[in-house]
T-cell receptor, first 114, second 114 residues
Framework: KAGVTQTPRYLIKTRGQQVTLSCSPISGHRSVSWYQQTPGQGLQFLFE???????NKGNFPGRFSGRQFSNSRSEMNVSTLELGDSALYLCASSLMVSGANVLTFGAGSRLTVL | KQEVTQIPAALSVPEGENLVLNCSFTDSAIYNLQWFRQDPGKGLTSLLLIQSSQREQTSGRLNASLDKSSGRSTLYIAASQPGDSATYLCAVWSSGGSNYKLTFGKGTLLTVNP
């Protein structure tokens, strides 16, 4: 059974550019959530999608956006990159949107902004 | 606003020792609590999930307890091994207005010395 797949694993961008990260959930999982992990702030919730609809959103600026496709794959986009956006971006999937489900995480996409 | 604190931030023990990691949260109205393990540069691996109605969960050498009223959880690791070296993260699902919200602690970095 394949796990959660995130691409790309590593990428380097410069300030002002935009980036798109991809997440393929475990087959059958309909909920995909995204998290940002930095040494200073730890893990912070970005947003969650379920059946192509954003169900939950964290406290991040509008430069951070996402979407989910009919096959449950999800993408997140960060526009006008800032140095502080350098982080490990983690995606997780679960069967349902409720908090009673175990989250399965991908290995992450490490973004460096120069 | 839910806040999750993990103590200690780092812990170094000799192989074979039993140890306890602590997690506390400020809002006791949680849906569940989940313990994760993160190896350097990698994603998160779910260890144990405790529903709000449960008091503890066990998996192999791991035992997690939950005391909602006091806002505390502990992760007990028996007979520690060098392979247990990792960062251990505690996360709680709670209500964020009309949405569910997952809040992480900053983790405990565990080193088990052979």
């Amino acid at each position: 059974k394949a796990g959660v797949t995130q691409t790309p694993r590593y990428l380097i961008k410069t300030r002002g550019q935009q980036v798109t990260l991809s997440c393929s959930p475990i087959s059958g999982h309909r909920s995909v959530s995204w998290y940002q992990q930095t040494p200073g702030q730890g893990l912070q919730f970005l947003f969650e999608y379920f059946s192509e609809t954003q169900r939950n959103k964290g406290n991040f600026p509008g430069r951070f956006s996402g979407r989910q496709f009919s096959n449950s794959r999800s993408e997140m986009n960060v526009s006008t990159l800032e140095l502080g956006d350098s982080a490990l971006y983690l995606c997780a999937s679960s069967l349902m949107v409720s908090g009673a489900n175990v989250l399965t995480f991908g290995a992450g996409s490490r973004l460096t902004v120069l | 606003k839910q806040e999750v604190t993990q103590i200690p931030a780092a812990l170094s023990v000799p192989e074979g020792e039993n140890l306890v990691l602590n997690c506390s949260f400020t809002d006791s109205a949680i849906y569940n609590l989940q313990w994760f393990r993160q190896d350097p540069g990698k994603g998160l691996t779910s260890l144990l999930l405790i529903q709000s109605s449960q008091r503890e969960q066990t998996s192999g050498r791991l035992n997690a307890s939950l005391d909602k009223s006091s806002g505390r959880s502990t992760l007990y690791i028996a007979a520690s091994q060098p392979g247990d070296s990792a960062t251990y993260l505690c996360a709680v699902w709670s209500s964020g207005g009309s949405n569910y919200k997952l809040t992480f602690g900053k983790g405990t970095l565990l080193t088990v010395n052979p």
